[in-house]
């Protein structure tokens, strides 16, 4: 059990244009999603917590307005790069904790984007 | 700030050696710790996490973990190593204070030759 998915995979986009990446958790009900973005050989710094039904809580330094994140249901959380530049090209990685436990996350396969 | 600091950046090891990798925090307070593996291609799995109690946390795979409150470590260990081994590692701690947020070392490379 615990199991996250996240879509699509692999995205490559032109600059100047928006994409949305999934997170769905399949087995269990997610009240808090995180997340995290991962650059090349360096450790996962966590950009947004994501509640089910209200506004996303941003890691001091990222743009709300460019890493758009909704939780519209207890099972999937949407991350959308609005206006995405090459300097966005990453590994983005969701993570879910299962409703009425904070003490795990269960982590996606992760979005690589790449932004030409 | 809370900080986590992972030593060893790459790791060479040969099948049935022992394995030792070191983790440290930053924090004055009470922590939640973890170690997560990454194998090439995959997603992060939790290998092992602790919470309060026996500071020798054992995990899946023979992987355990000792936590030092004097020294704010939480270093991985497994005493033979195996080829299936070779993945990224991670440490991660989560205060007390701040529900939910996990934060990570650098990670290391293990590289287990056959």
């Known amino acids: 059990g615990a199991v996250v998915s996240q879509h699509p995979s692999r995205v490559i986009c032109k600059s100047g244009t928006s994409v949305k990446i999934e997170c769905r958790s399949l087995d269990f009900q997610a009240t808090t999603m995180f997340w995290y973005r991962q650059f090349p050989k360096k450790s996962l710094m966590l950009m947004a917590t994501s509640n089910e039904g209200s506004k996303a809580t941003y890691e001091q330094g990222v743009e709300k307005d460019k890493f758009l994140i909704n939780h519209a249901s207890l099972t999937l959380s949407t991350l959308t790069v609005t206006s995405a530049h090459p300097e966005d090209s990453s590994f983005y990685i969701c993570?879910?904790?299962?409703?009425?436990?904070?003490?795990?996350?269960?982590f996606g396969p992760g979005t690589r984007l790449t932004v030409l | 700030a809370q900080s986590v600091s992972q030593h060893n950046h790459h790791v060479i090891l040969s099948e049935a050696a022992s394995l030792e990798l070191g983790c440290n925090y930053s924090y004055g307070g009470t922590v939640n710790l973890f170690w997560y593996v990454q194998y090439p291609g995959q997603h992060l799995q939790l290998l092992l996490k602790y919470f309060s109690g026996d500071p020798l946390v054992k995990g899946i795979k023979g992987f355990e973990a000792e936590f030092i409150k004097s020294k704010f470590s939480f270093n991985l260990r497994k005493p033979s190593v195996q080829w299936s081994d070779t993945a990224e590692y991670f440490c991660?701690?989560?205060?007390?204070?701040?529900?939910?947020?996990?934060?990570f070392g650098q990670g290391t490379t293990l590289q287990v030759k056959p």
């Open positions: 993570s879910a904790e299962r409703e009425g436990r904070s003490d795990t996350q269960y």
């Open positions: 991660a701690v989560k205060s007390s204070g701040n529900t939910g947020k996990l934060i």
